[in-house]
């Protein structure tokens, strides 16, 4: 593993870079470098769709354009992040070798079209990558001025064709010991006679076969395969690059969670996680927009828990949200900053310059149709050039959480797939964004980690709606928990296991009964407009959505049912199991239950809050504040000491004051 800022020990901050759809403007090419030295650039992504122009026929490579980029970049001190092709097929190749298109759930094999559309099995498609890829590395792995490679993009998609159905049956065989028994146990197959026989009478489930929602196990493994299929891919295209150039650093840049490939099984093949970020700002709820921006931020930290980078952002707006709004005056600095105060050590944007055509030619860019270097969006883009050259001291620091939260892909498809509770939604995503809202408000950083992730060193784990819980898991909990650490879990907790089998002898499976000190025996769903409440000491909090009817062993009941059938039976328990402690909250409560169980435990284990107005946070990186304004109103945020604005040098003592959206980066003041 290379570690990624030894070859450039800065913020990055530039753009996706695409001069292939200027080859015929001289004089656009040769203004955009001065351009982006005037925007406070130092790094162009480039090659990201270059395939037609660098193999324009088969075995054909044309390298001098792209030599001419990275040239005329690093005469402006710019670097390069270079990527590999493979996002998007040149024409030739999918005439001349169908079978690296798709075929699609229905079963058609798609025509060309699109890009990500390329069968991650097919050996042609493989051969073809690999062999642009190896020409890439020859002739740049050297260069100076390439920092990092970006390999492939935002991977994607899946494909059903006889390759990749063959490959499936070949991973399933290796992962049931090529045991069908073993296979139709894990997927209680004989429910409706599917008892396989022979693999291959096994399919992915497709549109005209197996819904998603019927055999839960194959629809689990399917996802599963598909992120192998994905990552092996990925792998090849790594391997390619390393065995020529094994000093320059890979990444491969991520997409908004939750997606269907699960990036914890991408993140020890790449030196650096990097994702690509569009959040819907100045949608009506500004703050659950913000939350879920610093959620996933925080999601991809965690992948190494390292600095990430943020590989793409509009500078502007995007143009496939369905409204796609402008970034009001201090949203570029807010949102882009607050990337930076949740681990990334770069602001890149996509991208540099409007194309004339094609679907993206109205999606934000730093240079627009006007073709000037100058406007509102080109002096936004310019100030943070010139920001994150101030804040050069924050680059390359860590995050140190005490919270973490457990928020789990094939937890979400096993729960979003399971037929039952609430069938619309189950709220997975909303629902863990609600927990961490109590963190977020109180300037609590709080690491988002995955199951099979270790747990110690955490003092309070957080698991909302861990339905599906491998054995493993289990064990983990309760070590963590027996060796003094705390947890909260939620109804539906460890109903399944890996492959979508109930737990036998009563819910959450296993040892957490005696974890909790509980079974949870029943679960009521209510309709929309059906409410209950929950008695906690003198106070009532309303519950929505679901209710589950939990006989308690050990556990106290902190607060009980207000209403309905099982009104007085126990909604909140704790238990004290070993020497750590277990939190059961069996409804879903509408947010004030959730919070105020929170602030209590935060203060009992005394991890560091602050006292922020609704719709601020601070965010921190090693000892630096990140002190956000997400109102379109300014605010005045107490600081618990002195300190001084990294940007201006101004001093603050005891408190803030912040413009509408506005963000300050601060020191503690020895
Ligand atoms: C993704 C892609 C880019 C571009 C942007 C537009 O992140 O990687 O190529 O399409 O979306 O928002
Ligand atoms: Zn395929």
Same mark, same amino acid.
């Given at each position: 593993?290379?570690?990624?800022?030894?070859?450039?020990?800065?913020?990055?901050? +530039?753009?996706?870079?695409?001069?292939?759809?200027?080859?015929?403007?001289?004089?656009?090419?040769?203004?955009?470098?001065?351009?982006?030295?005037?925007?406070?650039?130092?790094?162009?992504?480039?090659?990201?769709?270059?395939?037609?122009?660098?193999?324009?026929?088969?075995?054909?490579?044309?390298?001098?354009?792209?030599?001419?980029?990275?040239?005329?970049?690093?005469?402006?001190?710019?670097?390069?992040?270079?990527?590999?092709?493979?996002?998007?097929?040149?024409?030739?190749?999918?005439?001349?070798?169908?079978?690296?298109?798709?075929?699609?759930?229905?079963?058609?094999?798609?025509?060309?079209?699109?890009?990500?559309?390329?069968?991650?099995?097919?050996?042609?498609?493989?051969?073809?990558?690999?062999?642009?890829?190896?020409?890439?590395?020859?002739?740049?792995?050297?260069?100076? @001025?390439?920092?990092?490679?970006?390999?492939?993009?935002?991977?994607?998609?899946?494909?059903?064709?006889?390759?990749?159905?063959?490959?499936?049956?070949?991973?399933?065989?290796?992962?049931?010991?090529?045991?069908?028994?073993?296979?139709?146990?894990?997927?209680?197959?004989?429910?409706?006679?599917?008892?396989?026989?022979?693999?291959?009478?096994?399919?992915?489930?497709?549109?005209?076969?197996?819904?998603?929602?019927?055999?839960?196990?194959?629809?689990? *493994?399917?996802?599963?395969?598909?992120?192998?299929?994905?990552?092996?891919?990925?792998?090849?295209?790594?391997?390619?690059?390393?065995?020529?150039?094994? @000093?320059?650093?890979?990444?491969?840049?991520?997409?908004?969670?939750?997606?269907?490939?699960?990036?914890?099984?991408?993140?020890?093949?790449?030196?650096?996680?990097?994702?690509?970020?569009?959040?819907?700002?100045?949608?009506? *709820?500004?703050?659950?927009?913000?939350?879920?921006?610093?959620?996933?931020?925080?999601?991809?930290?965690?992948?190494?828990?390292?600095?990430?980078?943020?590989?793409?952002?509009?500078?502007?707006?995007?143009?496939?949200?369905?409204?796609?709004?402008?970034?009001?005056?201090?949203?570029?600095?807010?949102?882009?900053?607050?990337?930076?105060?949740?681990?990334?050590?770069?602001?890149?944007?996509?991208?540099?310059?409007?194309?004339?055509?094609?679907?993206?030619?109205?999606?934000?860019?730093?240079?627009?149709?006007? +073709?000037?270097?100058?406007?509102?969006?080109?002096?936004?883009?310019?100030?943070?050039?010139?920001?994150?050259?101030?804040?050069?001291?924050?680059? +390359?620091?860590?995050?140190?959480?005490?919270?973490?939260?457990?928020?789990?892909?094939? @937890?979400?498809?096993?729960?979003? @797939?399971?037929?039952?509770?609430?069938?619309?939604?189950?709220?997975?995503?909303?629902?863990?964004?609600?927990?961490?809202?109590?963190?977020?408000?109180? +300037?609590?950083?709080?690491?988002?980690?995955?199951?099979?992730?270790?747990?110690?060193?955490?003092?309070?784990?957080?698991?909302?709606?861990?339905?599906?819980?491998?054995?493993?898991?289990?064990?983990?909990?309760?070590?963590?928990?027996?060796?003094?650490?705390?947890?909260?879990?939620?109804?539906?907790?460890?109903?399944?296991?890996?492959?979508?089998?109930?737990?036998?002898?009563?819910?959450?499976?296993?040892?957490?009964?005696?974890?909790?000190?509980?079974?949870?025996?029943?679960?009521?769903?209510?309709?929309?407009?059906?409410?209950?409440?929950?008695?906690?000491?003198?106070?009532?909090?309303?519950?929505?959505?679901?209710?589950?009817?939990?006989?308690?062993?050990?556990?106290?009941?902190?607060?009980?049912?207000?209403? *309905?059938?099982?009104?007085?039976?126990?909604?909140?328990?704790?238990?004290?199991?070993?020497?750590?402690?277990?939190?059961?909250?069996?409804?879903? *409560?509408?947010?004030?239950?959730?919070?105020?169980?929170?602030?209590?435990?935060?203060?009992?284990?005394?991890?560091?809050?602050?006292?922020?107005? =609704?719709?601020?946070?601070?965010?921190?990186?090693?000892?630096?504040?990140?002190?956000?304004?997400?109102?379109?109103?300014?605010?005045?945020?107490?600081?618990?000491?002195?300190?001084?604005?990294? =940007?201006?040098?101004?001093?603050?003592?005891?408190?803030?004051?912040?413009?509408?959206?506005?963000?300050?980066?601060?020191?503690?003041?020895?």
């Amino acid at each position: 593993m290379k570690e990624f800022g030894t070859l450039y020990p800065h913020f990055l901050h +530039g753009a996706d870079y695409n001069p292939d759809q200027w080859l015929s403007y001289p004089e656009v090419l040769e203004q955009d470098p001065r351009m982006m030295a005037q925007a406070h650039c130092n790094c162009m992504s480039v090659g990201i769709f270059s395939w037609a122009v660098l193999e324009p026929e088969e075995g054909v490579y044309r390298f001098e354009e792209l030599d001419r980029t990275i040239k005329r970049l690093s005469a402006r001190g710019i670097k390069t992040i270079l990527a590999t092709p493979s996002g998007a097929r040149p024409r030739w190749l999918a005439e001349r070798y169908p079978e690296v298109l798709r075929v699609n759930k229905a079963g058609l094999r798609q025509h060309y079209s699109d890009r990500h559309n390329h069968c991650f099995t097919s050996p042609i498609y493989r051969e073809k990558t690999v062999a642009i890829d190896r020409q890439l590395a020859l002739r740049y792995g050297k260069d100076p @001025n390439v920092i990092l490679w970006h390999i492939s993009n935002e991977y994607s998609g899946e494909c059903h064709c006889q390759l990749c159905q063959e490959a499936f049956r070949q991973w399933l065989k290796k992962k049931y010991d090529n045991d069908l028994d073993k296979l139709n146990h894990a997927w209680w197959s004989a429910f409706w006679s599917h008892t396989v026989t022979d693999w291959a009478q096994i399919h992915p489930p497709m549109q005209t076969g197996e819904p998603d929602h019927i055999m839960t196990g194959l629809y689990l *493994d399917w996802r599963s395969f598909v992120t192998h299929q994905t990552v092996d891919f990925m792998k090849m295209e790594i391997d390619t690059i390393r065995e020529v150039c094994p @000093n320059v650093p890979v990444t491969t840049n991520m997409m908004w969670t939750p997606q269907q490939i699960d990036y914890h099984d991408f993140k020890d093949y790449i030196d650096v996680v990097s994702w690509d970020a569009y959040p819907s700002w100045h949608e009506k *709820d500004q703050i659950r927009c913000a939350v879920d921006a610093a959620f996933n931020h925080n999601y991809f930290r965690c992948l190494k828990h390292k600095p990430f980078l943020l590989m793409e952002s509009t500078p502007s707006n995007t143009n496939w949200h369905a409204v796609n709004k402008l970034k009001r005056p201090g949203m570029h600095r807010l949102a882009s900053l607050q990337a930076v105060a949740h681990g990334s050590d770069s602001v890149q944007y996509f991208q540099w310059r409007k194309g004339r055509g094609g679907s993206e030619k109205f999606h934000g860019a730093v240079i627009d149709h006007n +073709g000037k270097a100058s406007g509102r969006v080109f002096e936004d883009v310019r100030q943070m050039g010139i920001s994150l050259e101030k804040l050069d001291q924050v680059c +390359g620091t860590s995050t140190h959480a005490k919270v973490a939260i457990v928020y789990d892909l094939k @937890n979400h498809w096993a729960l979003s @797939n399971a037929s039952g509770f609430i069938n619309e939604d189950k709220q997975y995503v909303k629902t863990c964004l609600q927990h961490y809202k109590s963190f977020w408000k109180r +300037g609590v950083d709080v690491d988002v980690i995955s199951v099979g992730e270790p747990l110690e060193g955490y003092d309070l784990v957080i698991m909302p709606m861990l339905y599906s819980l491998p054995q493993e898991q289990i064990e983990r909990i309760e070590q963590y928990v027996a060796q003094g650490g705390t947890v909260v879990a939620t109804y539906t907790t460890g109903y399944v296991n890996e492959t979508d089998l109930c737990y036998l002898g009563g819910f959450p499976g296993q040892k957490l009964k005696d974890v909790f000190g509980l079974t949870a025996d029943e679960i009521d769903s209510l309709y929309p407009e059906e409410q209950n409440t929950v008695l906690w000491g003198e106070e009532s909090y309303t519950v929505v959505d679901y209710c589950e009817l939990v006989t308690p062993t050990t556990a106290q009941v902190l607060g009980t049912y207000g209403a *309905d059938f099982y009104k007085g039976m126990p909604a909140l328990l704790k238990n004290n199991y070993k020497t750590g402690e277990a939190y059961y909250i069996a409804c879903r *409560d509408t947010g004030a239950l959730t919070d105020r169980l929170y602030a209590q435990l935060l203060q009992e284990r005394k991890i560091k809050t602050y006292a922020l107005p =609704e719709g601020a946070t601070i965010t921190s990186r090693a000892q630096y504040l990140f002190v956000q304004n997400y109102n379109d109103h300014p605010i005045t945020v107490p600081l618990p000491a002195t300190y001084r604005d990294l =940007e201006t040098g101004a001093l603050y003592k005891g408190a803030i004051a912040l413009e509408a959206l506005g963000v300050a980066v601060l020191c503690p003041e020895a």
